[in-house]
């Protein structure tokens, strides 16, 4: 299995009660550390401006800021948005800066890419809100536009969500399709969503990675659609590396991990989040297959690896805290994941590491 973690920026409350002049060192200081420890293989940040679970005037770090300021303070580690929305850039801007932020970080950029959700930012910031249909149209007249501007420098779609007429993207990024084992979109591409007739349709047309339910049930669920539409485009459902994200409570014991949930909760009490709102996440966090002791974690995790989920994006709510929980993760979870590595995986990894 392969793993990617979550720096905090702010957009679940996890910057809460730091000082805004420490946010920048504590999140170059957490990609630092990851970049030093090579089982991580990626870094990631979401791609929101208003807090969850409810806007706030808490910190939210912007994604493609960040992007570019990860790619300058580290040098190994890939470096993800999980995941940019489509319409709060135009896609063929976008595919210039992703270009770019590829050069800086010397082929070490991935890109997350989906619909959008979140209504109330949407609105916020002047996008409107368009219905599911408009929003996953845009979302994939966008991502022929990536393809086509980093495979072949250009782009051109009279579409009617996007009309670009020879918008040029040079340098193309670095992982271009003359390099050995490179990705068919030239950056890897992942679409992220588990929309049944419509992502996960464009997920089989143009994905390198999913990114969907990780669960065992939603998990089995949607990778069997993913498969149907791969045999419906005339897609290998093999090229396709599917992911999922998952909250990480994290214990010796079972004590251990209720108390990382209770102190969870009181963080959000003092970020100023109603009970209402923290009592509808906490259940579905016990549930998850990442909550829990080690041994339990590595048991659900393997089974799902054997499901085909073989990349886990992690998030843990407390590492600008407190980084015993990854460090648990790190000593316990990850070496009985990865002493077993799938031979295609392992090969794939290195080929998307560019031409460094």
Known sequence: MRFGIFVPQGWRMDLAGIDPAQ??????????RADANPEWESIWVYDHFHTVPMPSQEATHEA??????????????????????????????????????????????????????YEHEWRAYGYGFPRAGERLAALREGVEIFRQAWTTGSATLDGEHYQVDGALCYPRPLQGT???????NGIPMWVAGGGEKVTLRIAAEY???????????????????????CADVGRDF?????????????????????????????????????????????????NGPAVGTPEQIVERLSALQDMGMTYAITYFAESAYDLSGVELFEREV???????????????????????
């Open 23 to 32: 946010h920048w060192g504590v999140m170059a200081g957490l990609a630092r």
């Open 334 to 356: 990850m070496p009985a994941l990865l002493d077993e590595p799938k031979a295609d995986a392992h090969e794939h990894r290195w080929h998307l590491r560019g031409r460094r």
């Open 64 to 117: 493609w800021t960040m992007m570019s300021a990860f790619a300058a303070v580290t040098g190994r580690v890939r470096l993800g948005q999980m995941c940019t929305c489509m319409s709060y850039r135009n896609p063929a801007y976008l595919a210039k800066v992703a270009a770019t932020v590829d050069i800086v970080s010397e082929g070490r950029l991935e890109m997350g890419i989906g619909a959008g959700w």
């Open 238 to 286: 093999g090229e396709i590396v599917r992911s999922a994200n998952y909250n990480v409570f994290i214990g010796e014991t079972e004590k251990e991990v209720e108390d990382r949930l209770a102190w969870f909760a009181d963080h959000m009490r003092q970020a100023g989040v109603p009970e209402s709102k923290i009592d509808e996440q906490l259940p579905g966090f016990r």
């Open 178 to 184: 003359s390099a050995p084992g490179s990705p068919r």
């Open 207 to 229: 994905a390198d990675y999913t990114n969907f339910d990780g669960s065992p049930e939603g998990f089995a669920t949607k990778s069997a659609l993913l498969q149907q539409h």
